[in-house]
């Protein structure tokens, strides 16, 4: 069974910064694509960016493109989403998730995603 833990969310000013992290158990980040994807309240889950399973590709939503960014470290089976200029839009409790078989045009999809975490929350205040 894949298991994801999300940490590293909290408070932040706007303009601050976040580094979130996603661990992966019982399953490599060579076998899975991770994806981010965030759910502020009262609105629908919204897909943040992925990293591939198979050449690490990664890719960005175009909300935050240019000020997230994704990686991944394979030895320690963890997915990180640095978060640079934060606003108060990127309030969200941010998810991640894992999917064995994601072709690129269902990347963004979260009916694509077998696995999730419990998720963290990041607040950005002003």
Do not use: P
């Not at 932040?12 to 979130?20: C, D, K």
């Not at 889950?45 to 240019?66: F, I, L, P, Q």
């Not at 997915?79 to 963004?108: E, F, H, K, P």
Request: with cysteine; hydrophobic share 35%.
């Amino acid at each position: 069974q894949v298991q994801l833990v999300e940490s590293g969310g909290g408070s932040v000013q706007v303009g601050g910064s976040l580094r979130l992290s996603c661990v992966v158990s019982g399953g490599s980040l060579s076998t899975y694509t991770i994806g981010w994807f965030r759910q502020a309240a009262g609105k629908g889950r919204e897909y943040v960016g992925a990293v591939r399973r198979s050449g690490g590709g990664t890719y960005h939503a175009d909300s935050v493109k240019g000020r997230f960014t994704i990686s991944k470290d394979n030895a320690k089976n963890t997915v990180y989403l640095q978060m640079d200029s934060l606003n108060s839009g990127d309030t969200a409790v941010y998810y991640c998730a894992a999917g064995a078989r994601i072709i690129l045009s269902s990347i963004a999809r979260r009916d694509a995603y077998d696995y999730w975490g419990q998720g963290t929350q990041v607040t950005v205040s002003s």
